[in-house]
């Protein structure tokens, strides 16, 4: 893994991706603009990570439109705002097959921690605190542009993840952390406004 700066760099972004590997049971909320070429989708976002498991929910500007992402390690369920269900074992090849843009969800999970996602090769420029200023990995360029303070760690608060003609943006608004993470994922979308 490539580090930029200096040593004291190197110790904090080794202790920095220590304290987080263990943060698998989260909640977040906030607000996603993705711009994928010819389409593009921005509104609020609500993400709980509980282990393996994922529920991702995506909602419009007023409710309109949304997009519904849950399951866990072997298989995701889909559920667009045109009432599409459709269940995913390789998201970023199946996304990219199914809505002609890859969403690279897995990885994510590990991203919006500001940590590299375990399994493959990443290159990182951190500043003197080990937060990573720019992450590669997997293609993807995630640039990190502002921290929040959540209890004792420092989480991301603004980040852009980007390939090819694909730009995520995300502002974290509220993070929970284990212990106060929200209920486990569960398959009732009743309370979807798609």
């Known amino acids: 893994m490539g580090i930029g700066k200096g ?5 904090a972004w080794a202790a920095r991706q220590g304290a987080l590997a263990s943060l698998d049971e989260w ?10 070429g010819r389409d593009g989708y921005s ?5 709980v990570q509980d282990g393996e498991a994922l529920d991702f929910r995506f909602k419009g500007p007023f409710g309109l439109g949304g997009l519904r992402i849950w399951g866990g390690a072997e298989s995701l369920t889909v559920k667009t705002h ?4 459709f269940t995913v ?7 990219g097959a199914r809505l002609g843009w ?5 990885s994510m999970r590990f991203w919006m921690a500001g940590i590299p996602a ?11 605190r080990g937060r990573p200023l720019r992450l590669e990995q997997q293609g993807w360029t995630v640039t990190y542009a502002e921290y929040q303070k959540v209890g004792a760690l420092e989480l991301p608060k603004r980040l852009e993840i980007e390939r090819g003609e694909v730009k995520i943006k995300v502002i974290a608004e509220r993070w929970t952390l284990k212990g106060g993470a929200g ?6 979308d009743s309370g979807m406004d798609f």
């Open 102 to 106: 890859s969403l690279p969800i897995r």
């Open 118 to 128: 375990p399994g493959s090769d990443a290159t990182a420029a951190v500043d003197g």
């Open 82 to 85: 045109k009432n599409e269900t």
């Open 27 to 36: 909640a977040l909320e906030g607000r996603v603009a993705i711009d994928a």
């Open 43 to 47: 509104g609020s976002l609500s993400w």
């Open 7 to 11: 040593e004291g760099d190197q110790q």
């Open 183 to 188: 209920p486990a994922v569960d398959d009732d």
């Open 89 to 95: 074992t390789d998201p970023e090849r199946d996304f």
